[in-house]
């Protein structure tokens, strides 16, 4: 066991917990026992009363531009990237190298599409979870395995479709993205429907469907119907929302929509 002088393993472990770490990574811990580095040290400050803390309107609406035009630049930096890439493979080397997003930071690896580039059928998802994070796959979890039933139990196989994410890197603690990242990382999401010109898009719960669709309906209003996602010369690429399997994992009992959504899926690809 470490020896960690006058910390308390418990309290660092809440204080993990606490600040969203939900698992380990890595054999080696690290940082704990140098007094001048100590996690408990780096605890947030307390925050404080209105009544503590005199406002000073310029200063938070300077930090809250600060914040908005950081967000444009990223964006900005996403576009260009996607403009210079001219295959899937030269759009993941540059995703990688993408250090506009700071999701990044807090995640193992880049979840870049993965599958066939050549597909006719496009699979979307929200963003990776554990498992993708540490293998750098898309859909490779439990709710991976159970769309690769779902595809498979439709006469497709998981190797003939391409299926990314809206979002390449694992929000901490598998949160809801913000508005921000995804705008980031929109522009990515697009490139690669451009560049793989899908026959279909399979939407994959009401992230995805909102972020690419832009609107804000609920899953349970859009799922089942086939809209239209523009590409950018204006041609129209049929979408088709569903559940997330995740929330199917948790609903078994929405079973039957899914399957008839992959039906739908399914009379389309034949037509
Ligand atoms: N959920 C998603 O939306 N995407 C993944 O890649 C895995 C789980």
């Known amino acids: 066991m470490m020896e960690t002088d006058s910390l308390n393993l418990k309290d660092i472990l809440d204080w993990y917990v606490w600040a969203g770490v939900d698992e380990t990574v890595g054999e080696e811990p690290f940082g704990l026992t140098s007094s001048s580095d100590s996690v408990l040290e780096k ?17 938070e609406r300077k930090a809250t531009t600060e914040l908005a035009q950081a967000t444009v630049n990223a964006c900005k930096g996403a576009q260009d990237i996607c403009a210079q890439a001219k295959s899937v493979e030269e759009l993941r080397a540059l995703v990688e190298a993408f250090e506009g997003c700071a999701l ?4 193992n690896k880049t979840v870049f599409g993965g599958g066939n580039p050549q597909a006719d059928i496009m699979l979307i998802g929200e963003a990776p979870g554990a498992d993708e994070d540490r293998m750098g796959v898309p859909f490779v979890g439990r709710s991976g395995h159970l769309l690769g039933k779902i595809l498979l139990a439709a006469g497709f196989h998981r190797d003939d479709v391409y299926i990314t ?4 890197w694992r929000p901490p603690g598998n949160r809801t993205p913000t508005t921000a990242e995804v705008a980031v990382c929109l522009p990515f ?3 690669q429907i451009e560049l793989v010109r899908p026959k279909v898009i399979v939407l994959l719960g009401g992230s995805a469907a909102n972020a690419l669709l832009d609107n804000e309906e609920p899953i349970s209003k859009l799922r089942g119907k086939w809209l239209d996602y523009p590409l950018e010369d ?3 690429v049929p979408a088709l929302a569903t559940f997330h399997p995740a929330y199917l994992l948790r609903n078994t009992a929405q079973k039957s929509k899914i399957w008839n959504d992959f039906l739908r ?4 690809m034949a037509a």
């Not at 209105?50 to 200063?59: A, G, L, W």
């Not at 899926?265 to 389309?268: A, D, G, S, T």
């Open 189 to 191: 999401l697009k490139r």
């Open 265 to 268: 899926l399914k009379k389309k």
């Open 234 to 236: 204006k041609s129209i």
């Open 165 to 168: 994410n809206v979002l390449p």
């Open 104 to 107: 990044k930071l807090t995640a």
């Open 43 to 59: 605890r947030p400050l307390p925050v404080l009363k209105t009544s503590d803390k005199p406002v000073i309107e310029s200063e």
